[in-house]
């Protein structure tokens, strides 16, 4: 798999050369043109900290920065083409929504999320709304902007408006506008704590890959938003996100009424993003390698050769802000890092067992390639732990 870089990297640059307000998008804006006499020339380029040959680097000071330079990067808008038919606003200060918004980047709607507060656009998200142009949207009766919670309504653009009272029935409203718009619900359905946003985050990418809803409860019960949710999709199949100390056994009990349950669960939220992305289910046969094909679920990563999205798990918007690169390119799962610095040990095995390529005699241009995607300036995840992920990614002759 290879993976085209430049208009990606021009993209975020672009979008940290143009926005104000104090958003900041880049710490060091990378600079065009250079000459060969320029002092620092390759850092002032933006290498490697903006990309290395397996990473690309999303550099933003906050996830709403994050989100305007993600939605530049899937939909460039440059060329006829290339420009979304909608875009999601999602509220910022309503995480579980905006992570649930990332099923509005599946099919049929398509749309990149961008992120706001109630009074006006931050600068970053309006500059990128107006690149981004988008064109309307049949499947949304022709909306250009699908509003998500308590967020501006942008001038001069059509738009379709999901509102709730609380998180959990914003998220269920979302997934009320999905499956309208793709005239069905699905027969899955995630599940994930509204009081532990780490565990949640993985969701927003899988959302935002299968259309599959993000619903949320308790440490104690099924709120109501969510039990109408459940019925309305008649029996689905329930997949929980979460050990038991984050959501318990009785709770699954009281999702039981609603569908098939079952649990993906690690020992924190970093592990737990890790058993999420070698997922599946059926599961693999005899636990090989296998992939995700119609009618299963979860991302079965369990061979190299894919996309990958690496977020800070202390910055829950970062994972809504991502969503659309989980959904689009190179398809690829959200895993967390905890320590900015440091690639955490799950994360290290996970790639050491699964994403590592190799090429036979046919040499390393008919190998499969990996590519990830670092969310966040080097705060949220250090060019250290950038240039690890970038030398486990490398594909290596078969038997090193």
């Not at 890959?209 to 039990?227: H, I, K, M, N, Y």
């Not at 050990?243 to 939220?269: E, F, I, T, W």
């Not at 800070?312 to 900015?340: E, F």
């Amino acid at each position: 798999m290879r993976t085209r870089l430049a208009g990606s990297i021009a993209a975020v640059a672009l979008l940290a050369a143009g926005c104000g307000g104090g958003t900041k998008l880049l710490t060091g804006n990378p600079e065009s043109g250079l000459q060969a006499n320029a002092p620092q020339a390759a850092q002032k380029l933006g290498f490697p900290s903006v990309a290395t040959k397996n990473t690309t680097r999303v550099g933003g000071g906050d996830p709403t920065a994050d989100a305007a330079a993600v939605a530049l990067a899937v939909y460039p808008s440059a060329a006829a083409g290339t420009h979304p038919q909608v875009v999601t606003i999602a509220s910022s200060d309503d995480w579980q929504a905006s992570i649930a918004a990332g099923a509005l980047m599946a099919p049929p709607i398509r749309a990149p999320i961008l992120l706001s507060g109630p009074s006006s656009l931050p600068s970053a998200s309006s500059d990128a709304l107006a690149a981004l142009a988008p064109t309307g949207s049949g499947a949304v009766a022709g909306a250009q902007v699908i509003r998500v919670g308590n967020v501006p309504t942008p001038r001069g653009l059509r738009s379709a408006s999901v509102g709730g009272s609380d998180p959990f029935a914003l998220a269920a409203a979302v997934d009320r506008f999905a499956s309208a718009a793709r005239g069905k619900t699905s027969s899955n359905v995630l599940i994930a704590s509204a009081d532990d946003p780490a565990y949640a985050m993985p969701a927003a990418g899988w959302a935002a890959e299968s259309g599959d809803p993000v619903l949320f409860v308790t440490g104690a019960s099924v709120p109501q938003a969510t039990r109408q949710a459940l019925l309305a999709h008649q029996s689905p199949h329930i997949y929980v996100l979460g050990p038991p100390g984050v959501v318990p056994n009785s709770v699954l009990s009281q999702l039981a009424k609603y569908g098939s349950v079952k649990r993906v669960s690690g020992a924190d939220p970093v592990a737990n993003a890790v058993a999420f992305a070698v997922y599946r289910d059926p599961p693999c046969p005899n636990g090989q390698p296998c992939g995700h094909i119609p009618g299963s679920f979860g991302w079965a990563m369990r061979s190299p050769g894919h996309g990958y999205v690496l977020v800070n798990s202390h910055r829950p918007l970062d994972a809504a802000a991502a969503a659309p690169l989980s959904g689009s390119g190179g398809y690829g799962p959200i895993l967390l890092v905890d320590d900015p610095s440091t690639l955490p040990k799950s994360v290290l095995n996970f790639f050491l067992d699964y994403g590592t390529p190799a090429y036979s005699q046919y040499g390393p241009t008919a190998a499969v390639y990996n590519h990830a995607w670092v969310i966040g300036d080097p705060s949220a995840v250090s060019v250290g732990v950038q240039a690890q992920l970038d030398s486990l990614l490398e594909v290596v002759p078969q038997g090193k």
